[in-house]
């Protein structure tokens, strides 16, 4: 017979033969795999600045993590246990964190002053948004292409991949969220609220419906240059970490990277629009008869 092309499938591994057989040593095992991936995503050193270096970096080594479980799982005849105390506690604790960080920087950019962010803080700020969103992009492109799939419905036959894969799933669906979250807070709290812009869009209001109202395109307007200081800075943020992923293209992993800078960007600038489409239309009669 042809040892290089024995079938291995039918043998069974050194954890089936020595370790499951064995439910006390199969259950200390499992909590040591445990123990041993939460030390090292989430170590027990103090969180620095950034927030989001609670998300971004560890977002690679959960993918790495999730790939050594589904390797160690693919070993066990019956994974079941396994993947329930290790596996999906993981994905969970990476979740809250990423929900925790998220929850964190939107209080700081609406809420911890009563003006709006400029300068360096908003700089800061809203690169912490990015790379909250690409760490959470990024652990959702990977679990989610661990598997095939074919109209939306994973169509692998390993129960653990189907798992990951649908998690993955879900982060795409927490990623959009984020995006939308950091979107309406940006617009509504802090350009509409904080830098004023909603006084502006009324005052525009009433000017487009005078009938005396000539229109002046030497400066901006003194009621909106709170908000275009904010919007451009938000604008240069986007710009500049867009170009810098340019900068060290490493390849594939640049997609992913420019996903949030654009994402943030399309999102701010889609609701821009819906508020001043909102005034030159005058939907629901927003634009009072004064005049």
């Not at 998220?102 to 908003?122: D, H, P, V, W």
């Not at 700020?125 to 969103?133: A, Q």
């Not at 654009?262 to 004064?290: F, H, Q, R, T």
Request: charged share 25%; proline share 3%; hydrophobic share 45%.
């Amino acid at each position: 017979m042809n040892k290089s092309r024995m079938d291995l499938s039918s043998v069974p591994s050194l954890v089936d033969t020595i370790v499951r057989q064995n439910e006390e040593l199969y259950s200390w095992w499992i909590e040591r795999e445990k123990e041993s991936v939460f030390s090292t995503l989430f170590d027990d050193t103090p969180i620095i600045k950034p927030l989001a270096n609670r998300v971004a970096p560890r977002a690679e080594v959960f993918c790495a993590l999730i790939r050594s479980i589904q390797k160690k799982a693919g070993q066990i005849s019956a994974p079941g246990l396994y993947m329930s105390r290790v596996a999906v506690p993981l994905c969970h604790q990476f979740v809250d964190l990423i929900q925790d960080t998220s929850s964190e920087l939107r209080n700081l950019l609406c809420y911890q002053r009563r003006e709006a962010l400029t300068g360096s803080e908003l700089v800061a700020n809203l690169n912490e948004w990015i790379e909250l969103v690409n760490g959470t992009h990024f652990a959702a492109t990977v679990l989610s292409r661990e598997a095939s799939w074919e109209d939306g419905v994973v169509t692998t036959s390993n129960s653990s991949d189907h798992d990951l894969a649908q998690f993955g799933k879900s982060l795409e669906r927490l990623q959009a969220v984020l995006v939308e979250e950091f979107a309406s807070s940006f617009v509504e709290i802090v350009l509409m609220e904080k830098a004023k812009m909603a006084s502006y869009l009324m005052l525009g209001a009433h000017m487009l419906s005078s009938q005396d109202w000539e229109s002046d395109d030497s400066d901006i307007s003194a009621e909106i240059r709170d908000g275009d200081n904010v919007l451009s800075q938000f604008h240069e943020v986007c710009k500049a970490s867009d170009a810098a992923i340019d900068d060290t293209d490493v390849g594939k992993e640049t997609d992913i990277a420019h996903f949030a800078p654009i994402a943030m960007y399309e999102g701010v600038m889609s609701l821009l629009v819906e508020k001043l489409m909102a005034v030159a239309l005058n939907y629901d009669n927003v634009i009072p008869d004064i005049w």
